[in-house]
């Protein structure tokens, strides 16, 4: 089994619908992030956090929402889906002591119609 | 803030050719490099990472990369690529463990017979 889920895999949704993207993590780690990929935009972070209690907004935060509702779990939600939302994500966590190297999922593609 | 230059969004080559993936950093302070691959729909997975001492890092499947501070390049090189090569790869920095991974917009690879 993956160190790092991400479910689902793949959601196609329509326009104004709420989505959440879970992450589930067997690693112990207590960092987790959600990151978007785009094309040609490489990986950018949407939310991090450091530990169950923490919640930090990334580089594009807009337009998304997050729970960590354990050490193990953090959930990325889309409360309004639209168009421009279309794109892979990622899950990821890290521990302190490793300069920030990240363990990925293997990411959810949305497709918001 | 920290930021990643990938100097080419795509590089061809043929088979057992050499190849050298380019990217520069920005910094004031002192860094953490890593580069990452992703094989085609699949998650990133860590190649190598720098986070001090020599500055000929090796990793996985026979890559390699040099930090050079003065430069502030981090270039990832293969002496021999194969088919299997191919995919997209990512140049990454952090500030230190307690910061966030910033990932350049990430370089294709495409290996030819």
């Known amino acids: 089994d993956a160190d790092v889920t991400q479910t689902p895999r793949n959601r196609i949704t329509k326009t104004g619908k709420r989505i959440m993207l879970e992450c589930s993590q067997t690693?112990?780690?207590?960092?987790m992030y959600w990151y978007r990929q785009d094309p040609g935009l490489g990986l950018r972070l949407i939310y991090y956090?450091?530990?169950?209690?923490?919640?930090n907004k990334g580089e594009i935060s807009d337009g998304y929402s997050v729970s960590r509702q354990a050490q193990a779990k953090f959930s990325l939600s889309l409360e309004s889906a639209i168009p421009n939302q279309t794109a892979l994500y990622f899950c990821?966590?890290?521990?302190?002591?490793?300069?920030?190297?990240?363990?990925f999922g293997e990411g959810s593609r949305l497709t918001v119609l | 803030a920290q930021s990643v230059t990938q100097l080419d969004s795509q590089v061809p080559v043929f088979e057992e050719a050499p190849v050298e993936l380019r990217c520069n950093y920005s910094?004031?302070?002192?860094?953490?490099l890593f580069w990452y691959v992703q094989y085609p729909n699949q998650g990133l997975q860590l190649l190598l990472k720098?986070?001090?001492?020599?500055?000929l890092v090796k990793g996985i499947n026979g890559f390699e990369a040099e930090f050079n501070k003065s430069q502030t390049s981090f270039h990832l090189r293969k002496p021999s690529v194969h088919i299997s090569d191919t995919a997209e790869y990512f140049c990454?920095?952090?500030?230190?463990?307690?910061?966030?991974?910033?990932f350049g917009k990430g370089t294709m690879l495409l290996v030819s017979p």
């Open positions: 990821a966590t890290s521990v302190g002591d490793r300069g920030g190297e990240l363990f």
């Open positions: 956090s450091f530990d169950v209690k923490d919640i």
């Open positions: 910094s004031s302070v002192s860094v953490y």
């Open positions: 690693k112990g780690h207590d960092r």
């Open positions: 720098y986070l001090s001492g020599s500055t």
């Open positions: 990454a920095v952090s500030l230190s463990g307690y910061s966030t991974l910033t």
